[in-house]
T-cell receptor, first 113, second 116 residues
Framework: DVKVTQSSRYLVKRTGEKVFLECVQD?????MFWYRQDPGLGLRLIYF???????EKGDIPEGYSVSREKKERFSLILESASTNQTSMYLC????????????FGPGTRLLVL | AQSVTQLDSHVSVSEGTPVLLRCNYS??????LFWYVQHPNKGLQLLLK??????LVKGINGFEAEFKKSETSFHLTKPSAHMSDAAEYFC??????????????FGKGTKLSVKP
């Protein structure tokens, strides 16, 4: 069965802290994605990766970075958290290829105080 | 540029009555279209997808969607709502434009409430 896990369901951090969100998939998928979800805005793509050590900017990369050292793990990093980064963060993965279905994790709800 | 517009932010139906969630798309290419569902505190799950085969697409849990090119629509329907259908639904188009790498573009979501 397809499985994408995220390290935390809820996180509370303070402004200026460095925050790591971890995502792991066990399906040997090549592609991994990070989205943020905000009410009334749907999902917006932050970063994605098509291979180990590869990364591409999505639509809203500012204030974020990513790391993909292993195929199964894709980390989202907030270098200096700000209150406007309070959001739900969703990770997804898919096989290589443009038409492949993306499978989503349960999400991490981040509150930055 | 490609985009999707979900015409209703909230839809409320009674259990046992039909469900209609509306989505219009804009695309310069033959589109790939999807519906995803998100139950409270859960990740997104694919309901169904259209990729230029049959225009009527059947998905999981009794949902289906019809691709209508003339109306640029991809509305999601279900004949009879169940309480467990209460969730948020996202209409999604794949970005086929040059250089896009096929990423997904999400609508803003429609929250479906089901009354007993």
């Amino acid at each position: 069965d397809v499985k994408v896990t995220q390290s935390s369901r809820y996180l509370v951090k303070r402004t200026g802290e460095k925050v790591f969100l971890e995502c792991v998939q066990d399906m040997d998928h090549e592609n991994m994605f990070w989205y943020r979800q905000d009410p009334g805005l749907g999902l917006r793509l932050i970063y994605f990766s098509y291979d180990v050590k590869m990364k591409e900017k999505g639509d809203i990369p500012e204030g974020y970075s990513v790391s993909r050292e292993k195929k199964e793990r894709f980390s989202l990093i907030l270098e200096s958290a700000s209150t406007n980064q309070t959001s739900m963060y969703l990770c997804a993965s898919s096989l290589a290829g443009v038409g492949e279905t993306q499978y989503f994790g349960p999400g991490t709800r981040l509150l930055v105080l | 540029a490609q985009s999707v517009t979900q015409l209703d932010s909230h839809v409320s139906v009674s259990e046992g009555t039909p469900v209609l969630l509306r989505c219009n798309y804009s695309s310069s290419y033959s589109p790939s279209l999807f519906w995803y569902v998100q139950h409270p505190n859960k990740g997104l799950q694919l309901l169904l997808k259209y990729t230029s085969a049959a225009t009527l697409v059947k998905g999981i849990n009794g949902f289906e969607a019809e691709f209508k090119k003339s109306e640029t629509s991809f509305h999601l329907t279900k004949p009879s709502a169940h309480m467990s259908d209460a969730a948020e639904y996202f209409c999604v188009v794949r970005d086929h434009s040059w250089g896009s790498q096929g990423n997904l573009i999400f609508g803003k979501g429609t929250k479906l409430s089901v009354k007993p």
